[in-house]
């Protein structure tokens, strides 16, 4: 290399990734070692060819498009962009293998595989930016975004946070035994009662004082007399938000962790009490106590703090979904209270459900309305008015507090989405034996339902109806499958093939159609495939693959990806809360930088492969 081009070469690598993460001394040898290459059009690279001589490259100006041995597409690359990252390790996947060739005249920079692996074993803390799998390098890439420091008590699993264990007690002990197995034995104000192993009840020491001693009761009395019959629980894997939300509708002061049957352990107030600031528990409990429309509409700026703390948190997109959906929750049944309170009691049993990103609790900032009210099948038409006008109030309350209306009309104030029971599993059965274009819009909002008020039994009903309608007619997820595949994650460089070519949101990259959607879409069928009953993305992955239908590689990069994007968005809609714009899906190119592009590229060939996959297990369903 001629000495009087390192400076210009050393200031370039040293402001992309990855190489913008290293010390200043390392990308100056890294520098002197690089040598230049010039492609004309059509000349091709092997990078895992059996030359001696490996290379990582950086495109400096031009274009290169890597092809898969069959021809595919992987990637299509522009200027500070790397390839060659699978032949750093000895032994790289057949899978990965590729020829880039140059589509324009091309000015590559060559850094020698020697050099750079003698580097990263010296300096072995930079090594997984430049990892042969893609996943490990977006973890590294979220390791950045997302930090492992103190996020607050809210974002905490319960499993970190309870401590001590409640009394285990059968339902026919009697009061006085209960009480001195509390007392005596486990030294523990709440007992958890059960009958041939399964949880019936739950007792306090406050229970006994004003049950026991203030009635009179008799201490030999069984303590199924005086027990709070079907009590309220929370998993170990909960958020303590969701713990503290369910304690704050319930007017309890403890919950017992379980799983199944089995008891964890115990959560109680004294956890939560000047430990941190749970700030969207105060939030959650304001809703609770709010009167008008007006009073909870004023709380949306309340709503966007708590979104853009979290962002800022670096908490993981995952929680985030959650924490925002859970608020919304909130705001939703407040608002069918209300509805209640204006019209009066329900006619007939109900359940108002939310579909969608809501049902998923994958909610952001700017997600839109999904739901449906499902009648009891004595519903009459008299009912079915008194619903619509529940709806009605409730969606365009909803709407005034920042949750816009859905523009596909997916709301419970429609007509069609407010039916009985037995009309929705017709529904259903409908959608799935005879799938085409607008029945699997209408599945792709109402594959994932939720209860949020009203007879949760309903949903649940129908949920497992789709579950044996699926099992039946296996070629649904044929149907699934094309539909979620037409669509195709932008392998090249960003330009006016992947962006939007009109209206507001013009040459911007939609990073929910071409990226986020994709992913759940994939989540959804390969969830379906195995009877994964978890609407949750990434616990389907995780449940495809431990019903050994994806492969552990394979779940990692999708969720990595995944995770990925989810937090990019993110960061956008918590940019434009702080500029006075409204927040969308809709990023404008020229606001990535070298890390944002490098890792997109990773994160988009990652979910084409995933479509590749999926397309060649259940096409032929």
Same mark, same amino acid.
């Given at each position: 290399?001629?000495?009087?081009?390192?400076?210009?070469?050393?200031?370039?690598?040293?402001?992309?990734?990855?190489?913008?993460?290293?010390?200043?001394?390392?990308?100056?040898?890294?520098?002197?070692?690089?040598?230049?290459?010039?492609?004309?059009?059509?000349?091709?690279?092997?990078?895992?060819?059996?030359?001696?001589?490996?290379?990582?490259?950086?495109?400096?100006?031009?274009?290169?498009?890597?092809?898969?041995?069959?021809?595919?597409?992987?990637?299509?690359?522009?200027?500070?962009?790397?390839?060659?990252?699978?032949?750093?390790?000895?032994?790289?996947?057949?899978?990965?293998?590729?020829?880039?060739?140059?589509?324009?005249?091309?000015?590559?920079?060559?850094?020698?595989?020697?050099? #750079?692996?003698?580097?990263?074993?010296?300096?072995?803390?930079?090594?997984?930016?430049?990892?042969?799998?893609?996943?490990?390098?977006?973890?590294?890439?979220?390791?950045?975004?997302?930090?492992?420091?103190?996020?607050?008590?809210?974002?905490?699993?319960?499993?970190?946070?309870?401590?001590?264990?409640?009394?285990?007690?059968?339902?026919?002990?009697?009061?006085?035994?209960?009480?001195?197995?509390?007392?005596?034995?486990?030294?523990?104000?709440?007992?958890?009662?059960?009958?041939?192993?399964?949880?019936?009840?739950?007792?306090?020491?406050?229970?006994?004082?004003?049950?026991?001693?203030?009635?009179?009761?008799?201490?030999?009395?069984?303590?199924?007399?005086?027990?709070?019959?079907?009590?309220?629980?929370?998993?170990?894997?909960?958020?303590?938000?969701?713990?503290?939300?369910?304690?704050?509708?319930?007017?309890?002061?403890?919950?017992?962790?379980?799983?199944?049957?089995?008891?964890?352990?115990? #959560?109680?107030?004294?956890?939560?009490?000047?430990?941190?600031?749970?700030?969207?528990?105060?939030?959650?409990?304001?809703?609770?106590?709010?009167?008008?429309?007006?009073?909870?509409?004023?709380?949306?700026?309340?709503?966007?703090?708590?979104?853009?703390?979290?962002?800022?948190?670096?908490?993981?997109?995952?929680?985030?979904?959650?924490?925002?959906?859970?608020?919304?929750?909130?705001?939703?049944?407040?608002?069918?209270?209300?509805?209640?309170?204006?019209?009066?009691?329900?006619?007939?049993?109900?359940?108002?459900?939310?579909?969608?990103?809501?049902?998923?609790?994958?909610?952001?900032?700017?997600?839109?309305?999904?739901?449906?009210?499902?009648?009891?099948?004595?519903?009459?038409?008299?009912?079915?008015?008194?619903?619509?006008?529940?709806?009605?109030?409730?969606?365009?309350?909803?709407?005034?507090?920042?949750?816009?209306?859905?523009?596909?009309?997916?709301?419970?104030?429609?007509?069609?989405?407010?039916?009985?029971?037995?009309?929705?599993?017709?529904?259903?059965?409908?959608?799935?034996?005879?799938?085409?274009?607008?029945?699997?819009?209408?599945?792709?909002?109402?594959?994932?339902?939720?209860?949020?008020?009203?007879?949760?039994?309903?949903?649940?009903?129908?949920?497992?109806?789709?579950?044996?309608?699926?099992?039946?007619?296996?070629?649904?997820?044929?149907?699934?499958?094309?539909?979620?595949?037409?669509?195709?994650?932008?392998?090249?460089?960003?330009?006016?093939?992947?962006?939007?070519?009109?209206?507001?949101?013009?040459?911007?990259?939609?990073?929910?159609?071409?990226?986020?959607?994709?992913?759940?879409?994939?989540?959804?069928?390969?969830?379906?495939?195995?009877?994964?009953?978890?609407?949750?993305?990434?616990?389907?992955?995780?449940?495809?693959?431990?019903?050994?239908?994806?492969?552990?590689?394979?779940?990692?990069?999708?969720?990595?990806?995944?995770?990925?994007?989810?937090?990019?968005?993110?960061?956008?809609?918590?940019?434009? #809360?702080?500029?006075?714009?409204?927040?969308?899906?809709?990023?404008?190119?020229?606001?990535?930088?070298?890390?944002?592009?490098?890792?997109?590229?990773?994160?988009?060939?990652?979910?084409?492969?995933?479509?590749?996959?999926?397309?060649?297990?259940?096409?032929?369903?």
């Amino acid at each position: 290399m001629i000495q009087s081009l390192l400076p210009n070469i050393l200031e370039f690598i040293s402001q992309i990734d990855p190489f913008d993460k290293l010390p200043a001394d390392l990308n100056k040898q890294i520098a002197g070692s690089i040598s230049i290459t010039y492609l004309a059009r059509g000349d091709k690279i092997e990078p895992q060819s059996d030359s001696d001589k490996k290379y990582l490259y950086i495109i400096r100006n031009g274009v290169m498009e890597q092809r898969k041995p069959n021809g595919v597409l992987r990637a299509r690359l522009g200027p500070e962009d790397l390839f060659g990252f699978t032949f750093l390790e000895p032994q790289s996947n057949a899978e990965d293998s590729y020829s880039a060739i140059a589509t324009e005249a091309t000015l590559l920079y060559l850094v020698p595989h020697e050099q #750079l692996q003698k580097l990263l074993e010296d300096h072995p803390q930079y090594a997984e930016h430049f990892a042969s799998q893609a996943q490990i390098r977006l973890q590294s890439a979220l390791n950045v975004v997302w930090s492992d420091n103190e996020k607050g008590l809210f974002v905490k699993k319960v499993s970190e946070v309870a401590t001590g264990s409640p009394a285990i007690v059968t339902a026919d002990m009697t009061i006085q035994q209960v009480a001195h197995e509390m007392r005596n034995v486990v030294r523990s104000s709440t007992a958890v009662v059960k009958d041939k192993g399964v949880i019936v009840g739950l007792i306090t020491d406050r229970d006994m004082t004003k049950r026991v001693i203030a009635d009179g009761v008799s201490i030999n009395r069984p303590i199924s007399h005086v027990m709070t019959k079907s009590p309220v629980t929370i998993g170990p894997d909960d958020l303590v938000l969701k713990a503290v939300s369910l304690m704050m509708q319930n007017n309890v002061r403890s919950l017992p962790v379980v799983s199944g049957n089995k008891v964890h352990g115990l #959560l109680t107030t004294t956890h939560l009490v000047h430990k941190n600031r749970v700030q969207a528990m105060f939030l959650i409990d304001t809703i609770r106590h709010t009167n008008t429309v007006e009073q909870l509409a004023a709380l949306t700026t309340e709503r966007q703090a708590i979104f853009e703390a979290l962002v800022e948190g670096k908490v993981r997109s995952e929680i985030i979904g959650q924490v925002m959906a859970m608020i919304y929750d909130a705001y939703n049944r407040r608002l069918i209270q209300m509805a209640i309170e204006k019209f009066g009691e329900p006619p007939c049993k109900f359940s108002w459900v939310v579909a969608g990103s809501h049902a998923r609790n994958e909610i952001h900032i700017s997600s839109d309305q999904d739901s449906a009210i499902i009648m009891d099948n004595t519903a009459t038409e008299d009912d079915r008015q008194y619903f619509e006008l529940m709806a009605t109030f409730v969606c365009e309350s909803l709407a005034r507090c920042g949750f816009t209306l859905c523009p596909g009309n997916f709301m419970a104030s429609n007509r069609k989405w407010c039916q009985t029971l037995n009309t929705w599993k017709g529904y259903y059965t409908q959608w799935v034996k005879t799938p085409d274009h607008s029945t699997l819009l209408n599945t792709s909002v109402f594959l994932e339902v939720r209860t949020i008020y009203g007879e949760a039994k309903f949903s649940d009903q129908l949920q497992n109806h789709l579950y044996k309608l699926i099992r039946q007619h296996q070629s649904f997820l044929t149907s699934l499958i094309k539909d979620a595949t037409s669509v195709h994650p932008p392998l090249g460089i960003f330009n006016s093939l992947v962006l939007e070519k009109s209206g507001v949101n013009s040459n911007t990259l939609n990073i929910k159609k071409y990226a986020i959607t994709l992913v759940v879409d994939l989540a959804r069928i390969y969830g379906l495939s195995v009877g994964c009953t978890s609407t949750n993305t990434e616990e389907r992955f995780r449940y495809a693959h431990q019903r050994a239908v994806l492969s552990e590689d394979a779940l990692k990069n999708i969720i990595g990806a995944y995770r990925f994007i989810c937090q990019l968005r993110f960061s956008h809609q918590q940019e434009a #809360l702080k500029k006075g714009t409204e927040p969308n899906n809709n990023i404008s190119p020229d606001s990535f930088g070298s890390f944002e592009r490098q890792h997109l590229k990773d994160a988009f060939r990652i979910i084409a492969n995933l479509q590749d996959a999926a397309k060649l297990r259940f096409s032929e369903v």
